[in-house]
C-alpha cells in the first residue's frame, strides 16, 4: 500500500540554524501539505501546496517557512533560523485532490530546537 | 470562529465494549469530515470520513455519525480491541479550503 515517508525521524538542531525536513508524497497525489504537533497538543495546519505553488498558508507559516518541491518526488519545509517555540512533530500530508478529499499522512519528523 | 473540541479527554473501555468518542464542531461551512487515530510515535492514520450530505457511515468496526443540527460527530467502535488503543483526533474541513482543522484528541485506553 503506497504511503508519504518522511525524514528524518528525529533532528536535533541549535537555535538559529536552518533545517530541512524533508517528504516523500504518495506518487500519484497532487496536493501537500505540511501540519506540526507540539507535544501534547493538537495537529495544526502549516501549508498546502498546489500545481507548484502554496494554495494556503496559517499564521504559524511565516517568513522563515518555506516550501519547496524540487523534483517529482520530494517535497520540502524548510525552517530558516529556529526557535525553541519550532520544537515539535512536523507531518507531512498528500491527497489526490483537494478540499474534500482524505489526506494521508507520514510517519512525521520530531524537530528539537536546543 | 474556527474550533473543533472534543468532550472526553480520555475514554477507558473494557476489551469486547463498544466505544463512542464525541466531537463538537463550530463552524456551520465545514462540509467534509474525518476521524483519524494517532498511536504514539506516529503520524494520523485515517479511519473514516462523512460528508455533510449525510447523516451515519460505517466502515469496518467503526461508524461516524454526524448531527449537523446541533454540530455534534461521534465515532462508534464496535468489539474495541486492545490495538484501538491510542488517540483519535475528528478534523473538519471547510469548504473552500484545503486544510484540515482538528480537535483536540480523545485517548482510547481497552482494558482487557
Known amino acids: 500500500e503506497p504511503e508519504v515517508t518522511q525524514t528524518p525521524s528525529h533532528q536535533v538542531t541549535q537555535m538559529g540554524q536552518e533545517v530541512i525536513l524533508r517528504c516523500v508524497p504518495i506518487?500519484?497525489?497532487?496536493?501537500f501539505y505540511w501540519y506540526r504537533q507540539i507535544l501534547g497538543q493538537k495537529v495544526e495546519f502549516l501549508v498546502s501546496?498546489?500545481?507548484?505553488?502554496?494554495?494556503?498558508k496559517s499564521e504559524i507559516f511565516d517568513d522563515q517557512f518555506s516550501v519547496e518541491r524540487p523534483d517529482g518526488s520530494n517535497f520540502t519545509l524548510k525552517i530558516r533560523s529556529t526557535k525553541l517555540e519550532d520544537s515539535a512533530m512536523y507531518f507531512c500530508?498528500?491527497?489526490?485532490?483537494?478540499?474534500?478529499?482524505?489526506?494521508?499522512f507520514g510517519p512525521g519528523t520530531r524537530l528539537t530546537v536546543l | 470562529g474556527e474550533s473543533v473540541g472534543l468532550h472526553l479527554p480520555t475514554l477507558s473501555v473494557q476489551e469486547g465494549d463498544n466505544s463512542i468518542i464525541n466531537c463538537a464542531y463550530s463552524?456551520?461551512?465545514?462540509?467534509?469530515f474525518i476521524w483519524y487515530k494517532q498511536e504514539s510515535g506516529k503520524g494520523p492514520q485515517f479511519i473514516i470520513d462523512?460528508?455533510?450530505?449525510?447523516d451515519k457511515r460505517q466502515g469496518q468496526r467503526v461508524t461516524v455519525l454526524l448531527n449537523k443540527t446541533v454540530k455534534h460527530l461521534s465515532l462508534q467502535i464496535a468489539a474495541t480491541q486492545p490495538g484501538d488503543s491510542a488517540v483519535y483526533f475528528c478534523?473538519?474541513?471547510?469548504?473552500?479550503?484545503?486544510?484540515?482543522?482538528f480537535g483536540t484528541g480523545t485517548r482510547l485506553q481497552v482494558f482487557p
Open positions: 478534523a473538519e474541513n471547510l469548504v473552500n479550503t484545503d486544510k484540515l482543522i
Open positions: 463552524n456551520s461551512a465545514s462540509d467534509y
Open positions: 506518487s500519484n497525489h497532487l496536493y
Open positions: 500530508a498528500s491527497s489526490e485532490e483537494g478540499q474534500g478529499n482524505e489526506q494521508f
Open positions: 462523512i460528508r455533510s450530505n449525510m
Open positions: 501546496f498546489y500545481n507548484n505553488e502554496i494554495s494556503e
